[in-house]
Nanobody, 123 residues
Framework: QVQLVESGGGLVQAGGSLRLSCAAS????????MTWYRQAAGEQREAAAI???????NYADSVKGRFTISTDNAKNTVYLQMNSLKPEDTAVYYC?????????????????WGQGTQVTVSS
């Protein structure tokens, strides 16, 4: 079982920056992927940024060039640096980790979620 704890959310004016953190209870170097999702009120949850164990990253078009996902393996933490924030970035941001394991000769993917952190961008 892996626990994920997000922090760093808050209220910021448009154009400002925030850095979200997601601390994991296990070594993130073994995780297949870590993803920051976000869910605005009344909307579906969407993936904002993903990083693989190999360090490859991908971003939603809506955040590309403004958000950066990174990891600190020594701290077992993944970050989301958010710059040039817009009111439409307002959402609850969730950290997700996918972990592959082998059991009974089969590969199983476990998915873990944090509790979410609110980001509100005022215009």
């Amino acid at each position: 079982q892996v626990q994920l704890v997000e922090s760093g959310g808050g209220l910021v004016q448009a154009g400002g920056s925030l850095r979200l953190s997601c601390a994991a209870s296990a070594s993130i170097s073994t995780f297949e992927t870590m993803t920051w999702y976000r869910q605005a009120a009344g909307e579906q949850r969407e993936a904002a940024a993903i990083i693989t164990s190999g360090g490859n990253t991908n971003y939603a078009d809506s955040v590309k060039g403004r958000f950066t996902i990174s990891t600190d393996n020594a701290k077992n933490t993944v970050y989301l640096q958010m710059n040039s924030l817009k009111p439409e970035d307002t959402a609850v941001y969730y950290c997700n980790a996918n972990v592959l394991r082998v059991t009974g000769g089969r590969r199983v993917r476990d998915s873990y979620w944090g509790q979410g952190t609110q980001v509100t961008v005022s215009s």
